[in-house]
């Protein structure tokens, strides 16, 4: 249920974002759960292109697509059990800065 619980706080904290996406893997890199089950299936592994979105920092943004990208390593009591990773919608604030300039 923790799995679940990180879930909805994250989609809870991030609504400035715009989340479109959240899946939570094990340490094995499997998904425990995701917020569309039906499009990333529990137990399966997440596919290549899914993983190489990712640039060298914790947030990666794809101008092209407006979409953000973020990973984050779950630890409990200092071992690592898993990542999250996160998708969201950047492109009101992409819209923002360019009324701002």
Do not use: C, M
């Amino acid at each position: 249920w923790e799995v679940f619980d990180a879930l909805d706080r994250s989609s809870a904290s991030y609504k400035s974002l715009a989340p479109i996406e959240t899946v939570v893997t094990g340490s094995d890199g499997r998904v425990l759960a995701a917020s569309d089950p039906n499009r990333i299936a529990t137990y399966s592994e997440l596919s290549a292109d899914y993983l190489n979105r990712y640039g060298p920092d914790v947030v990666t943004i794809d101008k092209t697509k407006l979409t953000g990208f973020a990973h984050r390593d779950l630890v409990y009591q200092g071992q690592p059990i898993g990542t999250i990773h996160a998708t969201f919608d950047v492109s009101h604030l992409f819209a923002e800065r360019r009324e701002i300039l």
